[in-house]
């Protein structure tokens, strides 16, 4: 929906507001002005749409409405939502609400939303189902539904049917609104739909409430235009728009000096950055050039896709420093066939191209990476191919899936003619290819001493603390709790599949009597 369409829509419910049929109209009239993911539409977007805005602040008039009032954020999907919930609750705080992380104390209840695969869906929907007995309970409850799967017609249009008890929707283009949303959710008896797209804009200045001290996340661009066919993100997330990166070394100074030990940039693309930008020849490489200079111990960046990983970023990381030597490079498929019907616009062979190129550069490095299996009309062979190019790269981790359809992507137009069967299969076969590359990789640490950033203590143990090397490998091992927050040299005395332990062979500084 876009802004034009949004106003009139309020015009429409105003002039609507006594007639009682109005109510029954409302997910009709939402029907027609959502629009559905267009592939033919999103490909036509231009670069000369962004906007960036450095002026944003909470309105005066909104100043202290949360005045007693507590929220709670539950976040599904990526590092960009975990990011985009630290944004609302900053702004939630600079209304004047306190945070809190029990629902039943909450005032307002928001669900961050992702769209990636239909389980995550299924999973807010049932939180929805279980959340309606509380907002029977407390009628000024306000509850919300954001994030990625926001911007989804079918989505928006099944919580406007079966979900009325949600009082607001808006998505990912829209988070600087929300103190108008809650205004307008506090005032209206309807539920506030808010998902027209301001994907052109690039919003500076949004407050922030961080979790933790030790590592930070930090934007440095938004949306993809990649359009892989399974991949609803291009049009969850928008188009591909960087942040100046004046604005991002400022942001990254800034956290240095606030004592974080590591950050990470983020984009949907985050190798594409730069290449929106006009006048300039600045892209990620540049950029990581520029913050390996600042005195953080630890700078990493995700997602990457392997089409816009070019020369200049090998060369840069290969500076070593404080970037760090592990890449997550989805490959998704090792056919090449498989890979031309996903669009993913490369073959096996450029692939493998480029794994030769960052492992020339970066003899140590360590590479992970992400695969679909039983994407239609992969083969047994095509699955084959995936499983050589696995053992060819030598990855030492993998996020693997079976694929699901996504409504409003080309690939939920294919027939979907793998059997579920030999989905499972395949994925069963993968995983114990990935245990097994896993644990090889792991054993190579039994003996060494490795860096680890320590971030608190063992989900299993209190008296363990865990963190993780710079090539994000997670150790436990017993320190006293003033290590947290610091790099502390560790000797590894166990390799398992997905951890390591060791002990520490360092003495502590004493800690200053304040």
């Not at 990983?309 to 498989?338: C, W, Y």
């Not at 095509?382 to 053992?391: D, H, I, V």
Request: proline share 4%; glycine share 6%; with cysteine.
């Amino acid at each position: 929906m876009n802004e034009k369409q949004r106003l009139e829509g309020q015009q429409v419910e105003t002039a609507n507001s006594s007639d009682k049929k109005s109510a029954k109209d409302y997910s009709k009239y939402f029907e027609q002005v959502i629009t559905a993911p267009s592939l033919k539409e999103a490909k036509k977007r231009g670069k000369e749409e962004v906007k960036y805005h450095n002026d944003f602040a909470i309105p005066e008039e909104f100043r202290g409405m949360g005045n007693g009032r507590k929220f709670y954020i539950r976040t599904y999907g990526c590092q960009m939502n975990e990011h985009d919930t630290e944004v609302m609750a900053g702004i939630f705080l600079a209304l004047g609400y306190e945070p809190t992380d029990n629902t039943e104390d909450a005032n307002v209840i928001l669900l961050n939303t992702c769209a990636i695969r239909e389980n995550a869906e299924n999973k807010v929907f049932g939180e929805l189902g279980h959340l309606k007995s509380l907002k029977l309970e407390k009628p000024d409850l306000l509850l919300g539904v954001c994030g990625c799967m926001s911007q989804e017609e079918s989505v928006v249009n099944k919580i406007l049917k079966t979900y009325q008890q949600v009082d607001m929707i808006f998505g990912t283009h829209n988070i600087h609104r929300l103190p108008n949303i809650l205004n307008e959710a506090y005032m209206s008896k309807e539920m506030v739909v808010e998902v027209w797209s301001k994907e052109g804009d690039v919003i500076e200045n949004l407050p922030k409430v961080r979790r933790g001290k030790i590592k930070a996340w930090v934007n440095i661009m938004y949306g993809c235009d990649k359009f892989c066919t399974y991949c609803i993100v291009p049009f969850t997330r928008g188009k591909e728009r960087s942040r100046r990166p004046e604005e991002i070394i400022q942001e990254v100074r800034h956290l240095a000096a606030q004592g974080y030990q590591e950050v990470t940039l983020l984009g949907q693309n985050v190798n594409a950055y730069g290449k929106d930008l006009e006048g300039v020849n600045y892209g990620l490489g540049e950029l990581m050039d520029e913050l390996r200079k600042i005195d953080i111990p630890r700078i990493r960046f995700t997602t990457s896709h392997p089409r816009d990983f070019d020369d200049r970023l090998i060369e840069v990381l290969a500076k070593g420093g404080n970037l760090m030597d592990h890449i997550h490079l989805p490959v998704q498929s090792g056919s090449t066939d498989v890979l031309k019907i996903m669009a993913r616009k490369y073959s096996r062979e450029q692939y493998l191209e480029l794994v030769r190129k960052i492992k020339a550069a970066i003899p140590n490095v360590a590479l992970t990476t992400d695969i679909i299996v039983g994407y239609p009309n992969e083969t047994d062979e095509q699955f084959e191919e995936t499983m050589s190019l696995y053992r060819e790269v030598g990855y030492e981790l993998a996020y693997t899936f079976i694929y699901s359809p996504r409504e409003g992507t080309p690939a939920a137009k294919m027939e979907d003619n793998v059997p579920m069967e030999v989905k499972k299969a395949r994925l069963q076969r993968l995983n114990a290819l990935v245990n097994e590359l896993s644990l090889e990789a792991m054993k190579k640490y039994k003996g060494q001493i490795v860096d680890v950033l320590v971030e608190g203590e063992s989900k299993n143990n209190p008296d363990v603390l865990a963190g993780y090397t710079s090539r994000s490998k997670l150790v436990n091992f017993a320190a006293p709790k003033s290590a947290i927050g610091k790099i502390v040299k560790v000797k590894i005395t166990e390799a398992k599949t997905w951890s390591l332990n060791g002990e520490m062979v360092e003495e502590l500084e004493p800690a200053e009597v304040k």
